[in-house]
């Protein structure tokens, strides 16, 4: 089956601790985002990749690092400098540009974050 | 800045009722225009997409209308199930731009 996975499903962080939180997709997809959902705050960007080796940042990036070192995959590490890191994070990937139109996203299954 | 606004915030209906979520958008020149669902502490499913030159996109039950020129869509729901509370999210993908703009969402809840 074509999707994406994000692991683990629950994290949990001690202060001053690095986190990586996984995201894979086998949709063949060239874009992938991540995002930060806080309750009564809607979706937040973080940061976004529309091809290999490349990335950009979101509105929130601060506190956040990315790599996009394969096609299928684009893990994002939670550092120490991000204050307030307890949050639901979203993982998506569309097909990016074809004709002009963007195609369709799609979301993994989420992980929330906690911290200690 | 592209602004999205979804009305209402929450909903409570009565199983069976044909239902009308709305999505509100500030700048008319979109690429398409996606609706999704989202279950407690789930990801997002994505419902329907609507390009930009079309007018309308149904799937089953479901049906998303797109008025670019009033900035709006709505999605209808027929004959409503309890199956179906959840938070409807809206996205709109503006030109010259990679990024989809989220509204806050529409909170169901159909109670039998």
């Known amino acids: 089956d074509g999707g994406i996975t994000q692991s683990p499903k629950y994290l949990f962080r001690k202060e001053g601790q690095n986190v990586t939180l996984s995201c894979e997709q086998n949709?063949?997809?060239?874009?992938m985002y991540w995002y930060r959902q806080d309750p009564g705050q809607g979706l937040r960007l973080i940061y976004y990749?529309?091809?290999?080796?490349?990335?950009q940042k979101g509105d929130i990036a601060e506190g956040y690092s990315v790599s996009r070192e394969k096609k299928e995959s684009f893990p994002l590490t939670v550092t120490s400098a991000q204050k307030n890191p307890t949050a639901f994070y979203l993982c998506a990937s569309s097909t990016g540009t074809s004709g002009g139109y963007y195609n369709e996203q799609f979301f993994g299954p989420g992980t929330r974050l906690t911290v200690l | 800045k592209q602004e999205v606004t979804q009305i209402p915030a929450a909903l409570s209906v009565p199983e069976g009722e044909n239902l009308v979520l709305n999505c509100s958008f500030t700048d008319s020149a979109i690429y398409n225009l996606q609706w999704f669902r989202q279950d407690p502490g789930k990801g997002l499913t994505s419902l329907l997409l609507?390009?930009?030159?079309?007018r309308e996109q149904t799937s089953g039950r479901l049906n998303a209308s797109l008025d670019k020129s009033s900035g709006r869509s709505t999605l209808y729901i027929a004959a409503s199930q309890p199956g179906d509370s959840a938070t409807y999210l809206c996205a709109v993908i503006s030109r010259g731009s990679y990024i989809p703009t989220f509204g806050r969402g529409t909170s169901l809840i159909v109670h039998p």
């Open positions: 609507i390009q930009s030159s079309q």
């Open positions: 990749s529309q091809i290999v080796n490349d990335f």
């Open positions: 949709l063949n997809h060239d874009a």
